[in-house]
């Protein structure tokens, strides 16, 4: 059974930084490709950055040069460190995996709010 657990989330002040977790179980993590998506307050949920199983990365625009997506096969984890981060980056932070055969999972979720 997969499963994912994040962790790491917070208050911070603008300019400030978070690094969030997410601790896979089940599965064979480092075949799969692991994401992080967000949904603000009456927002979509959209894509922040992603990772595939060969380490390649991409990121949304509005976090590209602040944001670093990052895995531990080892561990089962993947990571997200979040520099200079900015008031319009306050959303709910989910986990996302997805398998070689488009078989997708989500975690709990863990709120991020950056303060002004």
């Known amino acids: 059974q997969v499963q994912l657990v994040e962790s790491g989330g917070g208050l911070v002040q603008a300019g400030g930084s978070l690094r969030l977790s997410c601790v896979a179980s089940?599965?064979?993590?480092?075949?799969?490709?692991m994401a992080w998506y967000r949904q603000g307050p009456g927002k979509q949920r959209d894509l922040v950055a992603a990772?595939?199983?060969?380490?390649?990365?991409n990121y949304a625009d509005s976090v590209k040069g602040r944001f670093t997506i990052s895995r531990d096969n080892g561990k089962s984890t993947v990571y997200l460190q979040m520099n200079s981060l900015k008031p319009e980056d306050t959303a709910v932070y989910y986990c996302?995996?997805?398998?070689?055969?488009?078989?997708?999972?989500w975690g709990p979720g863990t709120q991020v709010t950056v303060s002004s």
């Open positions: 990772i595939t199983s060969d380490a390649t990365t």
């Open positions: 089940g599965g064979v993590f480092s075949r799969d490709t």
């Open positions: 996302n995996r997805k398998t070689r055969w488009g078989i997708e999972y």
